[in-house]
């Protein structure tokens, strides 16, 4: 049988965009020591050769980002289902390497 709510459902995925848009913590901006993980990590996969689709973890090699990607797991998983990562330089990395990034 189906279960009948008599009260609002209150917990972290449950939002309305209005409550959302007044929030920042959904909101990352990179800081420069991550853009440099992130630089790194793009160049070292680029040199792999491989494709995409191949690749790995240990293909993609982060520290400092890899730290701060746990706690964006941690929101998807748990929190409000998604986030904002603002702050990543695609204008400079091509179409290749800002695939690679993503």
Request: charged letters at 25%; hydrophobic letters at 45%; glycine letters at 6%.
């Amino acid at each position: 049988m189906t279960e009948i709510r008599t009260r609002p459902i209150d917990s972290p995925p449950v939002w309305i965009g209005r409550d959302m848009a007044a929030r920042r913590d959904w909101l990352h901006v990179l800081t420069p020591a991550e853009i440099v993980d992130l630089d790194s990590a793009v160049a070292h996969a680029r040199a792999q050769g491989q494709p995409l689709a191949a690749m790995t973890r240990d293909d993609f090699p982060l520290t400092t980002l890899a730290r701060t990607a746990e706690r964006w797991l941690d929101e998807l998983e748990h929190g409000a289902g998604f986030l904002l990562v603002r702050g990543v330089p695609v204008e400079r990395y091509g179409e290749r390497d800002a695939t690679l990034a993503y």
